[in-house]
């Protein structure tokens, strides 16, 4: 049996979205400690943290919501899989909504953007949507 953190992180913070719950607690690993990072850093959450449990790692995310409870992150979308990985150059990776949400890739030179990847003309394996 096989462990998809990206998977894991998604399908948390989506059932911490649906249940209207403000944290999420997630393992830390080091991919999605970057994904987590992007996310703050483009506005989809409010907060991060890290702290230890024993041997453990753990994540301590912070969603963000608008005014009337309704959240900011609307879809997250596993792209690429274990099973299935898909890539892209920097020519061809997809505009989520007209440039309104993320692509984030695996590159050469780290996890990072749509923007990003298209601005330094890199592509990589395409991770997950967000918008």
């Known amino acids: 049996m096989s462990n998809d953190t990206i998977a894991n992180l998604m399908t948390s913070i989506r ?3 649906m249940a209207k719950k403000d944290k999420v607690r997630v393992t830390a ?7 987590v990072r992007i996310l703050l850093r483009e506005g989809f959450l409010k907060d991060v943290r890290e702290h230890r449990e024993g041997q453990k790692s753990i994540l301590v995310s912070t969603s963000r919501y608008r005014e009337n409870k309704k959240k900011y992150i609307t879809t997250l979308k596993r792209i690429s ?4 990985r898909i890539y892209s150059n920097s020519r061809e990776i997809p505009k989520v909504l007209g440039g309104m949400g993320i692509v984030i890739l695996s590159t050469s030179q780290g996890i990072m953007t749509d923007r ?5 003309k890199i592509g990589g394996e395409l991770l997950c949507y967000v918008w």
Do not use: Q, S
């Open 29 to 35: 690993t080091k991919i999605t400690e970057k994904i």
């Open 116 to 120: 990003e990847a298209r601005h330094k």
């Open 81 to 84: 899989k274990p099973g299935l």
């Open 15 to 17: 059932n911490a979205d």
